[in-house]
């Protein structure tokens, strides 16, 4: 018990003693601990909204597509007879469990322009009364009207149209007369993650139209049939509702088995049929991709956060060397002192984790919009016992990593050298230092800093390769983004996706550039502390504090240069791993060289600022200090 | 500069340094005057804590005095710059410490030829000079050893051939023999010697009686101030200010 009260009271001394240090440490740790909350808290974020537009809405159990000619010449060989659709119908309807359903209506495969864009559409047919099932809430304007069209409020924002614009569909004049939201299909632009047959000739001649992201439309019946031609045949919609929702696959299973599979059910036209689950699942795609990238980003922030902890643990135990001498000199046991050392870094730890927690928890839902296609919120996420579990785990795991080993290093050192505070002794590397003769005074003293400690350089370069990692990552994500939307030619929407991804990114290249600061500060102030004594020798003989300053700066510059240089083939590697494999864009050149150099200057410009207040030490105090 | 400081490479005049402030207060060096001529070698004795080491580091630029002037061949060092002061140290001044203060990874031709890398000069250029300076130090052989193969007494004599790779007017060297056995202290003395032979100034720090009797001249310090001077060939002889010319 007292063994453990003597470690509480020096944990809480020491860091109020050393606040700096101990508020980097915590913010380190923070960093990655919000990340991992939000994406955490991203889980099923969209399962409640979609929800209650399902019941705002009273949307359908079950959706169908079919009265294409699917059967001996393949898609697009022609609409079907009116019988046949009836007929399908009737098998649709007459399906065990089915309570009631609306449709069937028309569905046409139209272009849509508008605001100078150019976009493939389903336009659905509806009445003007409201149907049983699956009626679109209104979230502006009113219904459809002949020479109205209602578009799905997703499609709207990416367009950037609203009540009482003009848009065409294949050359028709329509005005938008509202903006509506529905259960029977996933938002804007994963329309086609569940049923969607799109019969236009834009399949076939797209040119610069893309046909991955096509938008929903609501038209009159009369215009929806109107659009139909042998070119664009319609097909058709069908809201089901089900007895018991929860059975809707078990129903459409036992409707392809009857009809000897997909392959069969098709040869009856029936194009393809969705669950709710399945729509519900295509709706969470929105936040899907966003979940993967802070889960990426967690990871690639975690990484930082051991760089990060590890530099200033390692400072740490650098200035404490005299105090581990005297916890010894006094009869403590290697144990006792590697207790001392490593309960801080846990102690903050456990605080950071905490933090990230808070902080996690009151921002997740600047996140967790589930876009303009639902309706309602998913609220403040909940703050589960594993949650919490995971936060505290990777906090503490994150200190131990980065702080152990150093401590146990510290705790066997020898009590006489540790009371003298001698510096650890450096390491010589002969070429570095030949090469550093011939370069400038600046360059000179930063080669030679960096060949004293080359493990803290070393993890100086990962720690910046991390950071590329992530910079690059997201630049070929921005790059691929714009080459699949035809790049800076414009006529074609927005991807709402690609949009939230955008600002995840944005926000996670904030966190790992913030952590890569940290460090690049870190990394700095341990170089200070630790050739604080050839720091003051060789202004004695001779260097400017200018010089000196240059050289600490210098000595995190150079490590950054190959660590940036890596973090480039990494960048297309984390995208290609991100992406499953998918094509990726190389980015411009341009942006990588601009990467590189930024990340450059930004390093120097960080690691000046403990650079020039080591360098404001007196030199004779220093050099004074160390006379044996 | 008048025309009495003209005649020493070294002067200064009304040296204070205090540490602290009220209560807490400690006049490291207080009121000091002191005047060296070319080619003298100058000896300050005094216990441990009188501030004969922060006297060297003001002297040598490598500290602020709170008042008072320090003149070095015709430079005020109170006036200038840090850049300034290191261009000094790099051209004019060689110090040596007590704890050698050698870079650990560096070998003894590597620590020599420093000072003549940080002044600029071609890499080839500051090894010549380096290596003809430890044949100079008895320590040819020894030009390609790190710090920590070199015994107590080589380190030394590595660290006076890096005092003088940049040729200077002033060696300041600090308790140079503290560190040292005798017979490494007879070595490091023999140095010195020749040194003062070739008609370098040297102000050396020491409580060593054997050091300070190498000296032409020797004063004794006490609380931050002088109190005696004398030559050893005279015996102690009054004041500081009469003898040295220079205060008053």
Known sequence: MGKIVLVARLTARD???????????????????????????????????YQQTRAATNGPDLVAQYGLNLGANGPGSGEVSAAQVQADTRTLTHLSGVTGYSGPYPLASVVLRARGLTVAVMAEGRGQAPASVDQP??????????????????????????????????????????????????????????????????????????????????????????????????????????????TAPAVVNQFLSANGGPDGAMAQSIDGTSTWQAISSAAGLLVQDQQQVLRVGALLAVLLAVASVAVLAGGRMAERTRRVGLLKAVGSTPRLVAAVLVAENLALAVAAAASGLVIGWATAPLITNPGAGLIGTAGVPSITPATIGLTVAMALAVALASSLVPAIRAACSSTVSALADSPRPPGRRSALIALSARLPVPLLLGVRMTARRLRRAVLGAASIAVTSTGIVAVLTFRATVDHDLGGASGGQVGDPVATRDTQMLVVIMIVLVALAVLNAVCAAMATVVDSRRSAALTRALGASPRQVSAGVAWAQVLPAVPGTLLGIPLGLGLFLAADGGGVLTVPPIWWL???????????????????????????????QAETT | MNSTSDSYVLCARGLRKDHGRDASLVRAVDGVDLGVAAGETVAIMGPSGCGKSTLLYLLGGLDRPTSGEIWLAGQN?????????????????????????????????????????????????????ATGLLERVGLADRAKFLPAQLSGGQRQRV?????????????????PTGNLDSAATAEVLRLFGQLHAAGQTLVIVTHDPQVAATADRMISMRDGAFTNQARPSDGITGRLGALTGVGG
Not at chain 2, 101 to 120: C, S
């Open chain 2, 159 to 175: 660290a006076i051939a890096r005092a003088l790779v940049a040729d200077p007017e002033l060696v300041l060297a600090d308790e």
């Open chain 1, 137 to 246: 809430k209104l979230t502006a304007g009113s219904w459809v009207r002949p020479g109205g069209v209602v578009l799905e409020r997703t499609f709207a924002e990416a367009l950037g149209v609203g009540v009482g614009d003009r848009v065409t569909l294949d050359g028709q004049p329509f005005t938008v007369a509202g903006i509506a939201v529905t259960a029977a299909a996933a938002p804007y632009p994963n329309l086609c993650q569940t049923t969607c047959r799109f019969t236009g000739p834009a399949m076939s001649n797209s040119g610069s139209l893309s046909t991955l992201n096509i938008g929903l439309a609501w038209v009159t019946e009369a215009a929806a049939r109107a659009m139909g031609s042998p070119q664009a045949p319609l097909t058709y919609i069908l809201n089901l509702k089900l007895k018991d929702p929860a």
């Open chain 1, 15 to 49: 860091i109020r003693r050393h606040k700096a240090q101990a508020v980097l440490l915590l913010l380190a740790i923070t960093a990655a601990t919000t990340t991992l909350v939000l994406g955490l808290a991203l889980n099923g974020v969209t399962s409640h909204p």
């Open chain 1, 593 to 623: 060289a601009a990467a590189v150099l930024a990340i450059a200057a930004a390093v120097a410009a960080m690691a000046s600022i403990p650079a020039r207040a080591g360098a404001r030490r007196p030199a004779a105090a220093i050099l």
């Open chain 2, 77 to 129: 060092l109170t006036l200038m710059s840090e850049r300034g002061l290191a261009r000094l140290r790099r051209e004019r001044i060689g110090f040596v410490f007590q704890a050698f203060h050698l870079m650990d990874e560096l070998t003894a031709v590597e620590n020599v030829e420093l000072p003549a890398l940080l002044d600029g000069r071609a890499p080839r250029t500051a090894r010549r000079r």
